[in-house]
């Protein structure tokens, strides 16, 4: 009976091309936001901030997100995944394009309001992302989930090769972002095609359970609550080492090109591991997968922090990339589990992700303006093991709340 009403819900494709054009999805965020932060010091230069100005100014990109996660729910349960991934997109896509003439011409409030108008589509973007990806992950025999965040990683990688090599050859600001607006904005529109598309009048067991009040619970439940603390845990290590490492590197005195080496080995590492968690998962089970990573991340941070005695940075990293890979994809697909709650629990933990991408860097800024980066290293390192300590949380469920 539940088969025959998801068919009648919603027209899907095949797994495959479902898979593929949720982790499309990941990429083109990925590709975008890493386009933009990539030429972030000639962004500053242009408008002529100093480092707290631009400090307030990035975080725009967050506040935006902020503002978008909260409807972000309500639109694809309104829309449907294909319009909202292909309009949203696109609407980021076309500020990026004008945040490159703004920035040029010098027009800091215009460029302020396109910023957070790149962060709220990329925000609602994240959410679908992880809901068609969560979605097509359950219809799977196998842990594919992990694959389709690692699209992610392949994304940053993708958008800093290109960023450099436009750098290098004098592409200026707005022919750059200009360019590679058009492109992010024709794969989420592909993409945005061959998502499923839910049949008009079909009421789906989320808008049930929307409609009986079970959605607004999710924030009140144990379960929810811990997870988040799991995937805020893993986010706060990967945002620790996006916002720091490389000024603790440099700090410690490795030049810029050294730092930004050692920090691509670190995505490397990310993307690598998430590529082929979903074998580890099948391997060993959800649940055992994340204590494994907590450990091996917090193994990471220890080696980096450990400068003065052991002085292994590299390997550090890559312990820590690896430990971090499938953290925070399981806690999304634990968030999952439950067909009919699975898109108030994504998008509560999709919510927290952007609450703490405001409050991470400034607070581990803080902490290592008084003790030094390396000292406030230690609070990702704990909160990996409280990852740890929470992992049997994370153990599957089936539609009546029952663990498998």
Do not use: C
């Not at 965020?29 to 480092?51: H, I, K, Y």
């Amino acid at each position: 009976m539940k088969t025959k009403e998801v068919r009648s819900q919603l027209s899907k494709p095949s797994l495959f091309v479902w898979s593929t054009a949720s982790a499309a999805l990941f990429f083109a965020r990925a590709f975008l936001f890493s386009t933009w932060v990539s030429r972030g010091p000639e962004v500053q230069e242009l408008l002529g901030f100093n480092d707290l100005e631009f400090g307030i100014f990035t975080m725009l990109y967050a506040v935006g997100g902020l503002l978008g996660i909260f409807f972000a729910s309500f639109l694809v349960k309104r829309f449907g995944s294909r319009l909202i991934a292909a309009l949203g997109f696109s609407i980021g896509a076309a500020s990026l394009m004008g945040i490159g003439l703004s920035v040029e011409l010098g027009m800091i409030l215009v460029s302020s309001l396109l910023l957070v108008s790149i962060g709220t589509p990329m925000a609602i973007e994240d959410f679908v992302g992880n809901y068609e990806g969560n979605a097509a992950d359950r219809k799977s025999k196998h842990s594919i989930f992990p694959a389709i965040h690692g699209a992610y990683g392949v994304g940053m990688l993708g958008g800093a090769a290109i960023s450099g090599w436009a750098i290098d050859q004098g592409i200026g600001l707005a022919s750059h972002y200009f360019v590679s607006g058009l492109f992010v904005a024709a794969i989420s529109i592909a993409a945005g095609v061959v998502l499923p598309a839910r049949k008009k009048n079909a009421e789906s067991t989320a808008d049930k359970a929307s409609k009986k009040g079970e959605t607004k619970k999710v924030w009140t439940e144990k379960r929810s609550l811990l997870i988040a603390v799991v995937g805020f845990s893993f986010i706060m290590a990967e945002m620790s080492a996006g916002t720091w490492v490389p000024i603790a590197l440099t700090g410690s005195g490795y030049s810029g090109s050294e730092a930004a080496i050692m920090f691509g080995i670190f995505w490397i590492a990310i993307t690598a591991g998430r590529l082929v968690g979903g074998f580890v998962v099948d391997a060993i089970g959800r649940s055992r997968t994340i204590l494994f990573s907590a450990l091996l991340a917090a193994s990471g941070i220890s080696v980096f922090i450990a400068q003065d005695l052991i002085n292994l940075p590299l390997l550090g990293l890559i312990l820590w990339g690896l430990g971090i890979a499938m953290g925070f994809p399981m806690s999304v697909a634990s968030m999952g589990d439950q067909e009919a709650l699975a898109p108030a629990r994504i998008n509560m933990i999709i919510t927290v992700v952007y609450i703490s991408s405001i409050t991470v860097g400034p607070a581990l800024g803080a902490l290592g303006e008084f003790s030094g980066l390396y000292v406030a290293f230690g609070i990702p390192l704990v909160f990996m093991l409280i990852a740890a300590i929470l992992s049997p949380i994370t153990k599957p469920i089936d539609n009546e709340g029952k663990r498998i």
